[in-house]
């Protein structure tokens, strides 16, 4: 059975399962209750993280060492990218977890910008706050409390940005520029893959309802797919799929 009609008898099915399901009325689809699970302990996560984020972003201001935590976030954002892509940003991160947590229950959730995913700007951010960096840690040396105190306004700019963004357009639209994020998709392009079966796919686009960084897995041409940089390796559209199409290699 060639590839086309596989895919056709797919979508035919599925039709006649969502007919069939709107004739009896409501009723739990096969996996809906194991994605509201898997979405539900990420929420939790994350909300804990967020969390955690906004204290220590308080404190820091009081013990400007806690600043610290920023370069240990970077470390190991870019480290786990290695081994897992941008898993890192999914809810480990502090601050990509107060954006999913907090700030996506009042951002309008339009779609991101292609100028703000693009490269010109990301490298643009990354330089410039890399060089910030530098310049600032040789200006301070060896006050240590002078470096975390700088770590803390750069924390605070960066995540008052953030919030602009999310406002404006998308809770996660500051994860396209954010230098750890572009980092960790250099870093972790091919790293733990999502395979994808075209020929089970049938184009209901719940994967990329679902996805939190906009991404679009069943239509890889138009979508950037195809190195995986900025997936955040977080299930959900794998959970979301009713036909199985996406797994994590």
């Given amino acids: 059975?060639?590839?086309?009609?596989?895919?056709?008898?797919?979508?035919?099915?599925?039709?006649?399962?969502?007919?069939?399901?709107?004739?009896?009325?409501?009723?739990?689809?096969?996996?809906?209750?194991?994605?509201?699970?898997?979405?539900?302990?990420?929420?939790?996560?994350?909300?804990?993280?967020?969390?955690?984020?906004?204290?220590?972003?308080?404190?820091?201001?009081?013990?400007?060492?806690?600043?610290?935590?920023?370069?240990?976030?970077?470390?190991?954002?870019?480290?786990?990218?290695?081994?897992?892509?941008?898993?890192?940003?999914?809810?480990?991160c502090p601050r990509g977890s107060f954006a999913d947590g907090y700030m996506k229950c009042i951002s309008p959730g339009r779609r991101i910008p292609v100028w703000l995913r693009g490269l010109p700007l990301r490298i643009g951010v990354l330089t410039f706050l890399l060089a910030m960096l530098g310049f600032q840690i040789t200006r301070l040396w060896p006050d240590f409390t002078g470096i975390g105190g700088f770590f803390m306004v750069l924390l605070t700019i960066t995540t008052a940005l953030g919030v602009i963004l999310a406002l404006a357009v998308h809770q996660r639209a500051w994860c396209y520029i954010c230098p750890i994020g572009t980092m960790s998709n250099w870093v972790g392009r091919n790293k733990y893959p999502l395979a994808f079966d075209e020929e089970k796919c049938v184009e209901c686009n719940a994967c990329a309802k679902s996805c939190p960084m906009q991404l679009s897995p069943y239509s890889r041409e138009t979508t950037g797919m195809e190195g995986q940089g900025d997936c955040l390796k977080c299930g959900l559209c794998v959970a979301t799929c009713p036909k199985s199409a996406l797994t994590f290699k």
């Fill in 1 to 92: 059975m060639g590839p086309a009609i596989q895919k056709g008898i797919n979508r035919m099915e599925d039709q006649t399962f969502r007919k069939s399901d709107g004739a009896q009325g409501p009723r739990t689809k096969p996996g809906d209750r194991g994605t509201a699970r898997i979405k539900k302990t990420r929420k939790g996560k994350q909300v804990v993280m967020g969390a955690l984020f906004l204290v220590l972003l308080g404190l820091g201001w009081i013990f400007p060492l806690i600043g610290y935590f920023i370069p240990l976030c970077m470390a190991a954002g870019v480290g786990m990218a290695f081994f897992k892509g941008r898993k890192w940003c999914n809810w480990y």
